[in-house]
Nanobody, 125 residues
Framework: QVQLVQSGGGLVQAGGSLRLSCAASGGTISDDPMGWFRQAPGKEEREFVAGISSSGSRTKVVDGRFTISRDNALNTVYLQMNDLKPEDTAVYYC????????????????????WGQGTQVTVSA
């Protein structure tokens, strides 16, 4: 099973930027669609943030301030977050799918099979 280790979170002021990294080990992610989710304080569910196809040729984001990318040679997925707002405060998770792919990008939690540990992003007003 692939393990995902996240880094890059922290505390930033509104308007600032962060880049989250999700480094895989124990296997390759080059055949796997990947995604980012976040869980805001007090919320039960994880919200889809961005998804990317296995090759990186296609992406989907819910907010234009965010960009998802991947470097399959480095076995790593990234989430670039610009112009951060207090409402972006959440625990962010990366995830991968290790099943047959029926579509190129998945946006539901159930579509993913393995997850990172989560990293806190806090944006101060």
């Amino acid at each position: 099973q692939v393990q995902l280790v996240q880094s890059g979170g922290g505390l930033v002021q509104a308007g600032g930027s962060l880049r989250l990294s999700c480094a895989a080990s124990g296997g390759t992610i080059s055949d796997d669609p990947m995604g980012w989710f976040r869980q805001a304080p007090g919320k039960e569910e994880r919200e889809f943030v961005a998804g990317i196809s296995s090759s990186g040729s296609r992406t989907k984001v819910v907010d234009g301030r965010f960009t998802i990318s991947r470097d399959n040679a480095l076995n790593t997925v990234y989430l670039q977050m610009n112009d951060l707002k207090p409402e972006d405060t959440a625990v962010y998770y990366c995830a991968g799918r290790d099943r047959a792919d029926y579509i190129e990008i998945y946006s539901l939690e159930a579509g993913f099979d393995y997850w990172g540990q989560g990293t806190q992003v806090t944006v101060s007003a």
